[in-house]
C-alpha cells in the first residue's frame, strides 16, 4: 500500500454522503466483471504526497473547480446510473480497448505481473494502431508505481528496471496527451490520463525534491478537475481530489494556511467523501481508492473501522492468490483490535488464505511469508506448509518479525493480569526494549520515511500495554504519541 501522509493519521470525520451511496452497508467494490463493469486500478495513484502548494496557477492556461466548494461539487455530480454501476466509455476510448485495460488490472491485482504486462503491451499496440488515447501509459505506471513505493523489488538492478519503465510510459503517455491536447484543451479522457501521469511523477519526487513533486502534484489535481469540468460523470477523478484532500489535511499548520489563502481548504472530511465516491461509483480507479481509503480511514472509530474491514474481505474475497491484502487486513487486526484476531475462526480462515497464495515472484513470496510469521501467532509450532521461511530476507520489512515477537511476548504478560492491573516491572523494561529494536530496525530500513513512520505508528499503538478491560495501562511511561 502507499504510504503517503506525513504522520499518523487523525481522527476522520464521518461522511455525510447517505450510507447507501458512501457503500458502508453493501460495498460494491472489485468485483471483476468483464466486460460490463470491472473495478480496477486505472491510475494506482494520481495524486499522492502533494502537501504543500505555492500558488493557484493555471495549466494550458485554463482554470480549474477550485472556487467551488467540494462538498457542492459532490452534490452536484450527476448521479451513477445503478444498473451496471453506471459503466460508460470514456470519450474516444473503444470497448476492446477498455476491456483490455480492465483484464491487465486484474491480473495486477491478482499478483500475476508477467500476464498483467503482456496485456499492457497488447493495449499499446492497439493504441498505437488506432490512434487511441495512451491508457497503457497510465496502467503501466500505476502497476509500477505501486510496486516502487512498497519497495517490492528485491535488488538494486530490479528497481533500476522498474524506475526505467516507469520513466517510459511517464514519456510516452506524457507527449501522446500533450500533442492531443494542443489541438482540443478541453479533451475530459486526455486531462485524466495526463492528470493521472502527472500526479504519478509527483509521487516519485516527494522524498528527494519536494518542490517540483509540489508543482507536479498541483498542476495534476489542476487538470482532473478540468477533466471532470468537462465530463460530470468521470468519477475516477475525486481519487486526486480525495488524496490532495486527506494528505494535506494532515499536514503541518502553516501549509494548511497557505493553501486556505489560495483558496484550497482542506479537510479530511471532504478527502473522505471524495475518496469514497471514485471508490464506490468510479469505474477505474475503485480498487485503488479503497486502498488509499484503507490509510486515511480512522482504525479508533467503530463505523469507520467497520467499513475498513468491510474493503479488506472484498480485497480478499475479489483476489484471493494474492497475499498483500490478507497482510494488511491481519496487520491492522493486530495493531488495533488484536481481540478479533486471537480465535479459532481467525487460525482456520487464516490457514485457508495460506493454501490460496500465489508465490510468482518477490512480492508475492514476501507477503505470503510476512502472513505465514503471523499466523504462527494463532499456532506456533504449524505444519511445515503453514510456517515461515526464517531465511528469507524482507528488506523493508526486516522488523516484522520481531514485532510479532514482541506481540506474543505482551500478550503472553498481559493474559495473566488481572482487571486493571498493571505488568511487572521487569516485563515492561523488556517490552520497552523490543518496542526500541522494532523502531530501529523500521528507521534504518529502505523504506522511504513516510513509510517508516506508518509502521512506527503501528508498530507503537499495538505494544500499548492494555488491560483485560480494555483500557490502556499506564506504567509511567508514554508508550504513544497521541
Given at each position: 500500500?502507499?504510504?503517503?501522509?506525513?504522520?499518523?493519521?487523525?481522527?476522520?470525520?464521518?461522511?455525510?454522503?447517505?450510507?447507501?451511496?458512501?457503500?458502508?452497508?453493501?460495498?460494491?467494490?472489485?468485483?471483476?466483471?468483464?466486460?460490463?463493469?470491472?473495478?480496477?486500478?486505472?491510475?494506482?495513484?494520481?495524486?499522492?504526497?502533494?502537501?504543500?502548494?505555492?500558488?493557484?496557477?493555471?495549466?494550458?492556461?485554463?482554470?480549474?473547480?477550485?472556487?467551488?466548494?467540494?462538498?457542492?461539487?459532490?452534490?452536484?455530480?450527476?448521479?451513477?446510473?445503478?444498473?451496471?454501476?453506471?459503466?460508460?466509455?470514456?470519450?474516444?476510448?473503444t470497448q476492446e480497448q477498455s476491456d483490455l485495460a480492465h483484464l491487465a488490472l486484474s491480473q495486477a491485482y491478482s499478483a500475476n505481473l508477467k500476464r498483467s504486462r503482456k496485456t499492457i503491451a497488447a493495449l499499446r499496440d492497439m493504441e498505437t494502431a488506432k490512434h487511441l488515447p495512451p491508457?497503457?501509459?497510465?496502467?503501466?505506471?500505476?502497476?509500477?508505481?505501486?510496486?516502487?513505493?512498497?519497495?517490492?523489488?528485491?535488488?538494486?538492478?530490479?528497481?533500476?528496471?522498474?524506475?526505467?519503465?516507469?520513466?517510459?510510459?511517464?514519456?510516452?503517455?506524457?507527449?501522446?496527451?500533450?500533442?492531443?491536447?494542443?489541438?482540443?484543451?478541453?479533451?475530459?479522457?486526455?486531462?485524466?490520463?495526463?492528470?493521472?501521469?502527472?500526479?504519478?511523477?509527483?509521487?516519485?519526487?516527494?522524498?528527494?525534491?519536494?518542490?517540483?513533486?509540489?508543482?507536479?502534484?498541483?498542476?495534476?489535481?489542476?487538470?482532473?478537475?478540468?477533466?471532470?469540468?468537462?465530463?460530470?460523470?468521470?468519477?475516477?477523478?475525486?481519487?486526486?481530489?480525495?488524496?490532495?484532500?486527506?494528505?494535506?489535511?494532515n499536514a503541518p499548520l502553516f501549509v494548511r494556511a497557505t493553501l486556505k489563502i489560495i483558496g484550497r481548504s482542506v479537510t479530511m472530511k471532504a478527502g473522505l467523501e471524495a475518496l469514497r465516491v471514485s471508490a464506490y461509483k468510479g469505474q477505474y480507479t475503485s480498487v485503488s481508492s479503497q486502498?488509499?481509503?484503507?490509510?486515511?480511514?480512522?482504525?479508533?472509530?467503530?463505523?469507520?473501522?467497520?467499513?475498513?474491514?468491510?474493503?479488506?474481505?472484498?480485497?480478499?474475497?475479489?483476489?484471493?492468490?494474492?497475499?498483500?491484502?490478507?497482510?494488511?487486513?491481519?496487520?491492522?487486526?493486530?495493531?488495533?483490535?488484536?481481540?478479533?484476531?486471537?480465535?479459532?475462526?481467525?487460525?482456520?480462515?487464516?490457514?485457508?488464505?495460506?493454501?490460496?497464495?500465489?508465490?510468482?515472484?518477490?512480492?508475492?513470496?514476501?507477503?505470503?511469508?510476512?502472513?505465514?510469521?503471523?499466523?504462527?501467532?494463532?499456532?506456533?509450532?504449524?505444519?511445515?506448509?503453514?510456517?515461515?521461511?526464517?531465511?528469507?530476507?524482507?528488506?523493508?520489512?526486516?522488523?516484522?518479525?520481531?514485532?510479532?515477537?514482541?506481540?506474543?511476548?505482551?500478550?503472553?504478560?498481559?493474559?495473566?493480569?488481572?482487571?486493571?492491573?498493571?505488568?511487572?516491572?521487569?516485563?515492561?523494561?523488556?517490552?520497552?526494549?523490543?518496542?526500541?529494536?522494532?523502531?530501529?530496525?523500521?528507521?534504518?530500513?529502505?523504506?522511504?520515511?513516510?513509510?517508516?513512520?506508518?509502521?512506527?505508528?503501528?508498530?507503537?499503538?499495538?505494544?500499548?500495554?492494555?488491560?483485560?478491560?480494555?483500557?490502556?495501562?499506564?506504567?509511567?511511561?508514554?508508550?504513544?504519541?497521541?
Open positions: 500500500m502507499f504510504v503517503i501522509f506525513g504522520q499518523e493519521p487523525t481522527q476522520s470525520e464521518k461522511s455525510v454522503i447517505p450510507r447507501q451511496d458512501a457503500g458502508i452497508r453493501s460495498l460494491k467494490i472489485v468485483k471483476m466483471r468483464l466486460p460490463k463493469r470491472p473495478a480496477t486500478l486505472l491510475s494506482a495513484l494520481l495524486l499522492a504526497a502533494v502537501t504543500v502548494a505555492s500558488g493557484e496557477s493555471t495549466v494550458d492556461g485554463k482554470t480549474g473547480l477550485a472556487d467551488k466548494s467540494l462538498a457542492a461539487e459532490i452534490a452536484l455530480a450527476e448521479p451513477a446510473n445503478e444498473e451496471g454501476g453506471g459503466y460508460y466509455l470514456y470519450r474516444e476510448l491508457l497503457s501509459s497510465l496502467l503501466s505506471v500505476a502497476v509500477d508505481v505501486m510496486r516502487y513505493q512498497n519497495g517490492d523489488y528485491e535488488d538494486e538492478e530490479e528497481e533500476r528496471d522498474l524506475l526505467k519503465s516507469i520513466d517510459d510510459a511517464l514519456e510516452q503517455g506524457s507527449y501522446l496527451c500533450k500533442r492531443a491536447l494542443e489541438k482540443e484543451p478541453d479533451h475530459p479522457t486526455y486531462l485524466l490520463i495526463l492528470g493521472g501521469i502527472r500526479g504519478f511523477s509527483a509521487t516519485l519526487k516527494i522524498h528527494g525534491n519536494p518542490s517540483q513533486a509540489m508543482g507536479d502534484g498541483f498542476q495534476a489535481l489542476k487538470l482532473l478537475e478540468r477533466a471532470r469540468g468537462q465530463d460530470a460523470r468521470i468519477k475516477d477523478s475525486y481519487m486526486g481530489t480525495g488524496i490532495f484532500n486527506c494528505t494535506a489535511a486502498l488509499f481509503l484503507i490509510q486515511f480511514l480512522t482504525p479508533y472509530d467503530q463505523e469507520l473501522a467497520r467499513e475498513k474491514r468491510e474493503i479488506f474481505h472484498s480485497l480478499e474475497s475479489s483476489f484471493p492468490r494474492n497475499p498483500y491484502y490478507t497482510f494488511l487486513k491481519t496487520d491492522e487486526a493486530l495493531c488495533f483490535y488484536p481481540d478479533s484476531f486471537y480465535s479459532h475462526a481467525s487460525r482456520t480462515a487464516l490457514a485457508s488464505r495460506i493454501s490460496s497464495f500465489a508465490s510468482t515472484d518477490f512480492s508475492t513470496r514476501r507477503y505470503a511469508n510476512l502472513v505465514r510469521y503471523q499466523y504462527t501467532l494463532l499456532d506456533p509450532s504449524p505444519e511445515r506448509r503453514y510456517a515461515p521461511d526464517t531465511s528469507f530476507q524482507f528488506r523493508d520489512y526486516a522488523f516484522y518479525p520481531a514485532f510479532l515477537e514482541a506481540l506474543r511476548f505482551k500478550r503472553a504478560i498481559e493474559d495473566t493480569l488481572g482487571t486493571d492491573e498493571k505488568p511487572p516491572k521487569a516485563a515492561i523494561a523488556a517490552l520497552k526494549e523490543m518496542t526500541e529494536t522494532c523502531m530501529e530496525l523500521i528507521g534504518n530500513s529502505p523504506m522511504n520515511p513516510t513509510r517508516r513512520r506508518y509502521y512506527q505508528w503501528h508498530v507503537t499503538d499495538a505494544l500499548r500495554w492494555s488491560s483485560k478491560n480494555g483500557r490502556a495501562v499506564p506504567t509511567g511511561a508514554s508508550t504513544t504519541s497521541r
